[in-house]
């Protein structure tokens, strides 16, 4: 038996890239996502207690061992890093040799002790609280995101397009 494994999703490719330059417009480094909502909006991973983590040119989905195989399958050609401690401690190893002095993280999503963690588990780089930058991206919506039946497709995917 194969296994299952999702081909690349242009769509989620594409939604890294906009939250890299919206994460170069605040002169951030890398963007640790920690919403499930949108963790599985940038990655495809419907798993729970996961994270994405961006940074320039790469991604990485952080998950622990219960999760492995659904993340490999889910998330094909994202790098996953399966856990085996804190979340902190599985950050600081996949920020290892990368090029990050200033990290931010989901304002509205990381508990105080959650960020006192990072700033253990990374000293030396600056962890910055960022308000809503993906909830202003997710407002515009990409064909993934609509559901319609095969057959009318084409017909609403032209509307859309004459629409804009």
Not at 76 to 105: E, F, Q, S, Y
């Amino acid at each position: 038996m194969t296994k299952q494994t999702a081909p690349k999703d242009p769509y989620k490719l594409r939604r890294r890239a906009v939250l890299r330059e919206a994460g170069k417009a605040s002169k951030l480094d890398a963007m640790l996502v920690s919403r499930p909502q949108d963790v599985t909006y940038l990655s495809g991973f419907t798993g729970e207690d996961s994270f994405v983590l961006v940074g320039c040119g790469w991604a990485c989905l952080i998950t622990d061992g219960r999760y492995a195989e659904q993340a490999r399958c889910q998330c094909r050609g994202l790098h996953v890093h399966v856990r085996k401690g804190r979340i902190a401690a599985a950050v600081a190893d996949v920020l290892k040799g990368k090029r990050v002095r200033k990290l931010g993280v989901q304002a509205d999503h990381v508990t105080v002790a959650g960020r006192e963690a990072l700033d253990k588990a990374i000293p030396g780089k600056r962890i910055v609280a960022v308000s809503r930058v993906l909830r202003r991206l997710r407002a515009v919506k990409d064909l993934s995101l609509i559901h319609i039946s095969e057959p009318t497709r084409p017909l609403y995917i032209s509307y859309a397009v004459f629409c804009l």
